[in-house]
């Protein structure tokens, strides 16, 4: 598959978007979404339900790995339900599944993808695809634009009034993203040189953000650079996981603007206290001035995933294992 | 505190968990339930919060760490709904506050917890005792109440018909947990001594068991041995974290009896031809037959926080590290 080949334009994706929210708005007896996918793209679907559970006000949400979602068949899925998937690739057989158990039950299905032309993309009775590689706009990558689907949902069926300030703020992911690359890149460059004969890195976060350490963990740590890891939830991390904690032992720790960043906070002074190996990234450094106050919580997570991938970058670099190496993936059945 | 002075009867215990689930019934408008406790607490709420998703078919349920549902201050929490809670302690700060929010904002509140004195009791409106330590019923444990409370609701107000079912297999816990003890106390022995020098072990499931697998890394593994660990949700491996197997990384896997053991099933067949270091616990093997079938699946999770207790004590032992031991807790404000 090549990026290029199946760019899909700006209009067109605006397009999709707005045929899927109409198709939602028009089903008027939804009460419950469901948002599944697998591994990265079910991390961009964790931020999703901290939005809904933070808002709103009828509608009941829930994430769940797909294999999981099919395998369990939850008991109320069914006319009332919009259920929303994601797979880069558009070819994960889980998330195709759930696209196909979730229409046979009669719940609304939009996906969101990659390639337009996908077995998911067939699957679900509405696709958005999504820009990605060289030459994409910032304002158009999947969970940038799951965000705007979802503040669209809160804004028809609830009078959220949020759909505004999602989209102003997606807006300036064009200019915010280099910008924060560029301001993080001396420090990725450092932590990747320190870091790489680490054998295992924790993540840390919680609410909106607690997606984005998980997708770290098992994304770019776990799979792409065969580095042990696991994402701790910052409110959990004080019943149990904090006993692992040593002078010695790394962390990355998001800070983010939603409500939970005190829960994240009190990790953080703890960590930073017993660890002389923690990277604390800070949402208040991003420079969401010209974003509008109540949506910067979640809008930060878009963030946290450009920053991360820039340390990400230079650790792969220090270690001399590029990010596309695999062992199992791509090279066997599976 | 001593466990044998503060040990409450059963007679106690079964009228506190009658006056719950009156309590309930009589609540007629509840449509929510959540579900939120710390750490291995909080592990002990997400197979509950599987057996309102896979049976359900009007309740909603979320599961919930405590720090996280009092600062994200979830917008759907009022009248109609039921907050759930459980500390062993009854002290942990973060569940007597939620359940002071819970309240706050109308919602039913039933504490789970050892201490019917502690500010949890003193919090929440409904409080069941439960026991542990020495001369427990093993009928008498919280996640067995809490098992059988759930069973009620989904009976009284969805006519499930379960009810009876779990009450009688949980009757039949003072004669399994013996018995699972005894026939897995070599196995348990042979892989403490073997896994004695292993710096980290994952653990593996989903569905059902999910929560135990992660009360295993977060609270044995990572708390009580200081031994870097994660879980891994069998339906995610594939999608990021199985690029870390090798033949030398270590594996607890569980298989259970939920409609998701395929998903666990095709994860332990991947690592078991990949890594020589897998522990494999199935519940196939718990001699459960006495159990209806209709609800083995959900019942099973009560019998691996059993066993896997017996590996967790042998790793203790081998390693010359008490389970008791703490660098921080009990050591310090935090």
Redesign the interface.
């Known amino acids: 598959m090549s990026a290029t080949a199946l760019f899909v334009d700006s209009a067109t994706i605006e397009s999709q978007l707005a045929a899927a929210r109409q198709a939602i708005a028009t089903r008027e007896n939804i009460s ?1 979404v469901v948002l599944t996918a ?3 793209s ?1 991390a961009v679907m964790q931020p999703i339900e ?1 939005f809904f ?6 509608l ?1 949400a ?1 994430a769940l ?4 979602f099919t ?6 899925v069914d006319a009332e339900t919009l259920v929303i998937l994601c797979s880069h690739s558009g070819t ?1 057989p ?1 998330t195709v599944q759930a696209a196909k158990h979730a229409r046979e039950r009669g719940a609304l299905t939009v996906a969101f993808t990659f390639d337009p032309t996908s077995p998911l993309a067939e699957a679900a009775e509405y696709v958005v695809a999504y820009q990605h590689g060289e030459g994409k706009s910032e304002a158009h990558v999947g969970p940038a634009l799951i965000l705007r689907l979802v503040a669209g949902i809160l804004d028809d069926r609830e009078q959220a009034g949020l759909a505004t300030a999602i989209d102003d703020a997606v807006a300036q992911l064009p200019a915010l993203v280099p910008a924060l690359r560029e301001a993080h890149a001396v420090a990725a460059d450092e932590w990747g040189y320190s870091s790489r004969r680490e054998p ?1 890195i924790y993540t840390l976060a ?2 909106s953000n607690f997606g984005t350490a998980y997708s770290f ?3 770019l740590l ?3 650079q ?6 701790i ?4 991390y ?8 040593e002078e010695d032992v790394p962390f990355i720790a998001l800070l983010g603007l ?3 960043r ?2 994240e906070q009190r990790a953080v002074d ?1 960590l930073t206290s ?1 660890s002389k190996r923690v990277l604390v990234i800070d949402a208040q450094e991003f420079g969401l001035d010209a974003v509008s106050p109540e949506v910067r919580g979640i809008f930060a997570h878009l963030l946290f995933n450009v920053v991360l991938r820039a340390y990400a970058d230079a650790l792969a670099d220090h270690r001399g294992h590029p990010l596309s190496v ?4 791509w090279r066997m059945e ?1």
């Open positions: 419950r697998c591994g990265g079910y901290y559970g933070t808002t709103a006000k009828t009941e829930t790995n797909a294999a999981e395998s369990r068949a939850s008991s109320r994960t889980e295992l919680s609410g963990a098992i994304c776990q799979e792409m065969w580095v042990h890891s696991a994402a939830h910052a409110g959990e004080f019943h149990g996981p904090f006993e692992i904690t939603d409500e939970t005190p829960v703890f017993h695999r062992r199992y993936m599976y």
